[in-house]
Structures are given as C-alpha cells and as structure tokens.
C-alpha cells in the first residue's frame, strides 16, 4: 500500500524546485496534491509532469491555484474550494512561506489530526548569508514551529520543522557553496529528494 493513499496534500510555494519535487514524490505515493503558488506556468508546468499512471490524470482530481495564502479572505476561499472537491486536508507543506494559517484552514486539519511541515530554503533566504546568520534562522524557526505545536496540539494538529540549508539546486552559487559545505555537519550539499522525504516522515 502506497503511503499517502487518499491524503489530500496542500503545498504552498510549490513553484519552487524543492515544491516540484516534494509534489512528485507525494503523487507516485497516491497523495492528492494541492499545488499553491505564485507562478501559473510553473504550476501547470509540474502538474504536468504528474505520474500518469495517477487516477487525477483521468478524473481531474488534481488542484493547482495561483495565489496569496497570506491573505485571510483569499486563504478561507481556497480552504472552501478544496474541500469541496476533496471533503478533507490532512496536511499543509509550507515552503519558505511567512504566512498565518488561517482559522478555517487549522479546523479543517483539527477534523483529520492532520499535520503543518514548515520549510525553510537558505538559497531563499538572502542573497547575503553568514553561518551565523543560518544557525539563527534555525533556531528561529525551532522556535516558532515549538510555539506553534504548543497551541495547535490541543486540536490534535501536529507541527514540524524542516531547515534545508544550501541544496544541489545551488551548486551555482560557489562561495556560498563553499563557506557551507566547509562548515556543515554533512560536508556536502543537500539532495532535493533527503528534503522531501523529510518530509514524508513530518507528516506520517
């Protein structure tokens, strides 16, 4: 049995390349994937590139919707819309993205147990970046996903944190690549896939 079978899945930056990657993992293991960003292209460009053999490509069971989910009456049209189709969300994916979960969305995933997985991309961050300045935004992020937990967990929803630091998609940029590789735990740079299967053991 594939592990997300039946989960309905909403990413948000999902025109970035780790949202790309994280979606096409998610649909080879039968999740039902909402793609949410800015980039229209680029959403049609990876919704595109779905698993074939995936009963959306027949049903049209997949969702892909340009937007701000930082904006409140935005946010509460999306929720209604993706229950409508799907009548559940059991997980929301947060890539690089600042945003207030809304009220309507926190009692859709109170209703599942459901889960939030917030994701922070260094290469995302600022074009300038010291060590220092990464392990702050580490501990900023620990910090915010723990005070999250904390009041989401009365309403059975669980909150996770992934910090990805500089991954392969960068290997461009060779200071930078550089300075973190030298002064990393791993000494390389991070595969998209190790991120998204962080992932996948977030939400299970």
């Known amino acids: 049995m594939k592990r997300f079978n039946d989960k309905v899945i909403v990413i948000t930056g999902a025109d970035s390349s780790i949202g790309r990657v994280t979606a096409l993992e998610i649909a080879r293991e039968g999740g039902n994937v909402v793609l949410l960003g800015r980039n229209s292209k680029v959403l049609k460009y990876i919704a595109s590139e779905l698993p074939e053999d995936h009963t959306w490509i027949n049903s049209g069971n997949h969702l892909a919707v340009t937007g701000d989910i930082t904006n409140e009456e935005h946010s509460e049209r999306l929720v209604s819309h993706i229950v409508e189709k ?37 290469s995302d961050t600022s074009a300038s970046w010291s ?74």
């Open 86 to 122: 799907y009548n559940r969300i059991d997980t929301v994916i947060n890539i690089n993205t600042e945003i207030e979960f809304s009220q309507v969305l926190l009692t859709e995933l109170s209703k599942t147990k459901g889960s939030i997985v917030n994701v922070s991309l260094l």
């Open 131 to 204: 060590i220092e300045s990464y392990k702050q935004t580490q501990a900023d992020l620990e910090k915010y996903n723990k005070q999250l937990a904390h009041e989401l967990g009365p309403q059975g929803i669980r909150v996770n944190g992934v910090h990805a630091g500089l991954t392969t998609e960068d290997s461009d940029d060779v200071d930078n690549v550089k300075l973190f590789v030298d002064q990393s735990a791993l000494g390389r740079l991070v595969e998209m896939n190790e991120i998204s299967e962080r992932h996948f053991i977030s939400i299970q």
